[in-house]
DNA sequence: TTTTGCATTTAGAAAATCTAAACGCGCCTT
DNA sequence: AAGGCGCGTTTAGATTTTCTAAATGCAAAA
């Protein structure tokens, strides 16, 4: 731990920035700087750490493969103590407090919470990460996301969305994908042991029935989607959860064609917080984005062809 | 996530240390500055947080509500960034990977590193959270540590360590429970809706059979100690996770009764790293600090009593 | 009552960081 | 092939932040 005493945590921020953004323009846009700040910023951190980060190119930076490696690290544990702040600064304001899976929080929620604010000034948004199923009406809390086949966290959740998922993978990986006979060749990420999503999926292929390679087994879908960003193998992604990766181009989708598993998104109000006009204007800005997060990947193949 | 902006991530870990240390002294001491700098940036980052983080007693500081509860998830969010770090800097050193269960990273080996680093400075440790079971043989990895009743991760495992499992909770819950029999009038944390230790300890205090009450459910056994130190019920712990908390305490064991769950650790080492010494190194300094970790609570109630 | 251990405050020194502008380099357009 | 555009980098100096060291105040322990 103490470790981080020779390289400032600003400069894993600003490594974290940097990779997602991939320009130095974009990233210092985020952080609030120029760009030349942030490229002094990246000297003195890869000096620090001993490595070179990114390759320049003449249109941004490329992540180097370590980079690559731990960025996706760097922006879950970046992205937690973001949480924790503004978990700290709704205390006293008009707070709508929701909680989610967590990696629902990480991959898709805590990027569009901004958006939200601009839009609401004056509702803060206090967001929990927890599979916390207990009675929402005796919680202190007032919405809960959850995925599932049936209604949770009581009788009163209503529908937001059918899950989708469909395989994903590095590019490296993909090339290597021509048909999806190859999908049975390549290493197949897998979640706790599991191959969530892959029965509906091969089967709307016409490939059910064979058995999948092997591949690493993370705990959770979120190092899952990091494994397959880095190269690991190939994983079956809830489409809400790889829409941004995807976007940003940190894996690519080998096949256009996602399943439905069953599950559907589900929006569930405390008693309590019925009534909060608050409650109904998150409800809508959540149907729209998730909407829009969903479309967009369905357009792209049109775009691409 | 550009709430950051505003409070500079120096700030979070300045908090997380001085809660964790429980003084500015031995903050100060931890971070390698001095107390009067310490105490300058606490009020700044009370002061951009608009929180009273800390009230200030007469031997040191004692965290107020809201910073007991968010500097677990800080402790933990930032340690995740010192293992990426430490990750970065073994690349090209005399590396040695080990790969253990992400929990068990973040809540005990990540607090020893310093000391194994010290007294090996020429092995440097790089340790994978990951509950990946691929076959050693085929991976990047030297070592694996896993728990469980089978010999985990191939034939070549040896034991390090029986698993024992004993209730925790804060304070104030355990003001609450006079007798063995008040356990089943308080709210118990489950691990994705499971008991998981409960039955042998009650069967050990000859409590089989009754129904324990309900209390929040958690998608790890980290976000349930957090709960059990944040008052939100009594959690069964394993030894060696609820042991620094315990030391700090953080969290408080009513009983002083510690039941064998069966399941035991297992180190597993990969053919190729069988001969290397820095493996034999490690696992004895780790046996050593696995006992240590386990004893000095096992005296504790003799010292108490 | 004295001592000890703690946090805080202050002033000034030291260090880190930023901005603005100039610059060099590829790529794309013309 | 020339010009323009967008990119990151460099520089110098100003600015801001952060630190140290020492003095101070406070409360509990001896």
Request: glycine content about 6%.
């Amino acid at each position: 731990m103490q470790n981080l005493n020779a390289i400032p945590l600003s400069s894993l921020r600003t490594i974290e920035v940097i990779a997602r953004n991939g320009t130095l323009r974009a990233a210092a846009d985020e952080l609030g700087v120029t760009p030349g700040a942030l490229s002094q910023r990246l000297a003195k951190a890869e000096a620090a750490l001993g490595q070179v980060l990114f390759t320049r190119t003449s249109t941004g930076l490329q992540p180097t493969e370590i980079c690559a490696q731990i960025s996706p690290r760097l922006t879950a544990a970046i992205g937690e103590l973001s949480l924790v702040v503004s978990d700290v600064q709704a205390i006293g304001q008009n707070t709508l407090t929701v909680t989610v899976a967590p990696i629902f929080a990480s991959r898709w929620l805590i990027w569009r919470i901004k958006d939200f604010n601009d839009l609401n000034p004056e509702i803060s948004l206090r967001v929990l990460p927890a599979v916390d199923v207990a009675d929402l009406d005796h919680s202190e809390v007032d919405i809960g996301i959850r995925v599932g086949e049936d209604p949770a966290l009581g009788a009163g959740a209503t529908k937001l969305l059918d899950q989708r998922v469909f395989p994903v993978c590095s590019p490296e990986i993909a090339a290597r994908i021509k048909s999806p006979d190859d999908l049975f060749t390549v290493p197949i990420i897998r979640e706790n042991e599991l191959l969530y999503g892959w029965r509906p999926w091969l089967s709307e292929m016409g490939l059910e029935g064979r058995d999948l390679s092997f591949g690493p087994t993370y705990a959770d879908a979120s190092l899952c989607l990091d494994a397959a960003m880095t190269g690991q193998g190939v994983f079956m992604a809830w489409e809400t959860l790889a829409c941004d990766a995807l976007e940003r181009g940190q894996i690519v989708a080998p096949f256009d064609v996602r399943s439905l598993t069953g599950a559907v998104y589900w929006f569930a109000v405390r008693t309590r917080s019925q009534r909060n006009p608050s409650v109904r204007k998150f409800k809508s800005w959540l149907e729209t984005e998730l909407a829009c997060s969903v479309r967009y990947w369905n357009k792209q193949p049109e775009t691409g062809a």
